[in-house]
């Protein structure tokens, strides 16, 4: 079955840096794109990052500049940098893949940024 396992989370100082990733498996994982988003508490979660299968990216403008999306097709994995973190980025980060017509979504992890 489809899994999807995030991790990389964890405390930063504001300006500092993070790289998050998401484990793939149960799928051809270099067929499909996948997303990031990111969720804090009382809000609707929000499509930060999105890469296709052919590597093309995309960034919410309030991470633009600042986070990187990227895939890696021989560890079937999905990753986020994120530099200059600020404390608006703190939040539960998901990751998501549409496969077969279906949404799968990890578990989530916890970045706070915080001094």
């Known amino acids: 079955q489809v899994q999807l396992v995030e991790s990389g989370g964890g405390l930063v100082q504001p300006g500092g840096s993070l790289r998050l990733s998401c484990a793939a498996s149960?799928?051809?994982?270099?067929?499909?794109?996948g997303n990031w988003y990111r969720q804090t508490p009382g809000k609707e979660r929000e499509l930060v990052a999105g890469?296709?299968?052919?590597?093309?990216?995309w960034y919410a403008d309030s991470v633009k500049g600042r986070f990187t999306i990227s895939r890696d097709n021989a560890k079937n994995t999905f990753y986020l940098q994120m530099n200059n973190l600020k404390p608006d980025d703190t939040a539960v980060y998901y990751c998501?893949?549409?496969?077969?017509?279906?949404?799968?979504w990890g578990q989530g992890t916890q970045v706070t940024v915080s001094s």
């Open positions: 998501k893949a549409r496969v077969f017509g279906s949404d799968y």
């Open positions: 149960g799928f051809t994982f270099r067929g499909y794109g």
């Open positions: 890469i296709g299968s052919g590597g093309s990216t």
